[in-house]
């Protein structure tokens, strides 16, 4: 290879570098703000912020959904399957709110701990299959109670 | 150069020769053209028809084999368009300059073609039209970048220099790729994580995959269409005093 290109291609490979490394420390020092939601272990030991509207995401605990007084509020419980987050709704829900199903909450934490949301989005996970292969795994998500379909 | 076949090396030698690719492209054509709309037929009767509905999403998921090939070709154009900017900044191949901006508009539709789709089918399954979490939006600074290399390109009036300037734009934004492909790893993110490109098994049934991966093959044919019909039109343009051109249009008349 001719000097001249040689040199080219090194200043070419130390720019790629240098621009990777410089938008990797930019991302490392925002990480915390990159992320959508926080888990409910972040709200549990208070890392969650308090007395503002944050995302809380986590996974519907089975059997954990009820509506308390017959209207459109609803409440269930969040996890990550290490610490729960009681979470209170008015309002409709995503076609995919399912028990056992991802959630992002939007909203706040009341005085009692419990999460007060104003919008909840549906989290589907990575996994495509026919219903009946679903059937033949044996652990079908039940349809929330209740709720409209 | 060891390591690659001689026929090979002759190959791209006699490709970075404007005569001879443009001549090799036209007979080209048809053949790629035959391929992709094989290739889509197969992938939409697959993937609209054969393929089974989604367990928890129904009829709704079968978006996904417009979304998801259009989300890899604009990540895959990206570095075509970067690795052939560097060639030509290297090099100073002329072909490897005209690869490179042919593909931005390209890589720039798919990009917004996959944002579309994403929103289209994150407003019925998430409940929402957009978020600004980590996939989404480096996908769109993936849709801005592939706008400033096209704005870029247009600004400067001397196309070799032009060139020079958009690849060296093209390398610095490389460094999106990978965070676009890891956002869903990285960060938490409403966008589901990994489904196929993953070290893993694929986390979707066999029926559904196959029509995926014809309409993602399917994709890369029509980028190849529609990427040298450009390079064609740009290398005439560039080369319109070439003596090549004027006996070509001459022969023609």
Do not use: C
Request: charged content about 15%; aromatic content about 12%.
């Amino acid at each position: 290879m001719k000097p001249a290109r040689k040199q080219r291609l090194m200043l070419i490979g130390l720019m790629v570098i240098g621009a990777g490394l410089a938008t990797g420390f930019a991302l490392k020092s925002f990480n915390e703000n990159l992320m959508y939601f926080f888990s409910t272990t972040d709200v549990v030991e208070g890392k969650a912020p308090k007395d503002t509207l944050f995302r809380l995401g986590g996974m519907v605990i089975k059997g954990s959904v009820e509506r308390p007084n017959d209207g459109l509020m609803v409440r269930f419980k969040l996890t990550d399957f290490s610490k729960d987050v009681t979470v209170e709704y008015t309002g409709i829900l995503p076609d995919l709110f399912r028990e056992g199903q991802g959630i992002v909450a939007h909203g706040r934490l009341n005085a009692q701990g419990v999460f007060i949301a104003e919008e909840v989005l549906a989290k589907h996970d990575e996994n495509y299959m026919p219903p009946e292969v679903k059937d033949s795994l044996k652990n079908q998500p039940a349809p929330v109670t209740g709720q409209k379909s | 150069m060891f390591l690659i076949p001689d026929p090979v090396v002759r190959f791209f030698h006699r490709m970075a020769s404007p005569p001879h690719f443009y001549a090799f492209t036209e007979r080209l054509m048809p053949w790629l053209v035959v391929i992709f709309l094989l290739l889509t037929a197969a992938g939409l009767y697959g993937g609209l028809y054969l393929a089974p509905a989604d367990y928890q999403q129904g009829d709704s998921y079968r978006i996904i084999y417009i979304h998801v090939p259009s989300a890899w070709m604009s990540l895959f154009i990206y570095v075509v368009m970067a690795v052939s900017g560097a060639i030509g900044l290297v090099w100073r191949i002329k072909l490897a300059e005209i690869v490179a901006i042919s593909s931005a508009p390209v890589g720039a539709s798919f990009t917004f073609i996959a944002l579309v789709t994403g929103s289209l089918w994150g407003k019925p399954m998430w409940g929402t039209w957009w978020v600004w979490d980590a996939r989404l939006t480096s996908e769109l600074i993936l849709l801005f970048l592939y706008l400033g290399v096209i704005g870029l390109y247009g600004a400067i009036d001397d196309k070799r220099t032009a060139s020079r300037a958009v690849a060296i734009l093209a390398l610095v934004g490389v460094v999106n790729i990978p965070i676009i492909h890891y956002s869903v790893e990285w960060w938490n993110t409403l966008h589901q994580g990994p489904t196929v490109t993953k070290m893993d098994k694929p986390s979707i049934h066999v029926s559904m995959l196959i029509p995926l991966l014809l309409m993602a093959v399917a994709f890369k044919f029509y980028y190849l269409i529609a990427m040298l019909q450009r390079a064609r039109t740009e290398l005439l343009l560039r080369e319109r005093n070439a003596q090549w051109v004027k006996v070509m249009i001459s022969e023609s008349k």
